[in-house]
């Protein structure tokens, strides 16, 4: 089991930036895959950003070119570098962890941080 809490979200004027944070409550060393996911209003929950264990990303094209995930295995934390907001980019961000245990998934979800992007 492991604990995941965000943070870092906010209100922002278009054309802004935030950073989010992901802490774990233990090593995500073991995690194969670690994101960011977000649902806006009325709307599914959708994949943001991902980061594996050997460091490969992946984007939404949404984001591409102006978010960043990376992560900081000392501490245990992912972070998610948003530039160049819209109002679309608004919704509640989750992060996400993705483990393999002895044959087994486990997937944890953060509560959530909201960001809110005004024109």
């Known amino acids: 089991q492991v604990q995941l809490v965000e943070s870092g979200g906010g209100l922002v004027q278009a054309g802004g930036s935030l950073r989010l944070s992901c802490a774990a409550s233990r090593s995500i060393f073991s995690m194969n895959v670690m994101g960011w996911y977000r649902q806006a209003p009325g709307k599914q929950r959708e994949l943001v950003a991902t980061i594996t264990s050997g460091g490969s990303t992946n984007y939404a094209d949404s984001v591409k070119g102006r978010f960043t995930i990376s992560r900081d295995k000392t501490k245990n934390t992912v972070y998610l570098q948003m530039n160049s907001l819209k109002p679309e980019d608004t919704a509640v961000y989750y992060c996400?962890?993705?483990?393999?245990?002895?044959?087994?998934?486990?997937?944890?979800w953060g509560q959530g941080t909201q960001v809110t992007v005004s024109s």
């Open positions: 996400n962890a993705y483990e393999r245990v002895a044959g087994l998934n486990y997937g944890y």
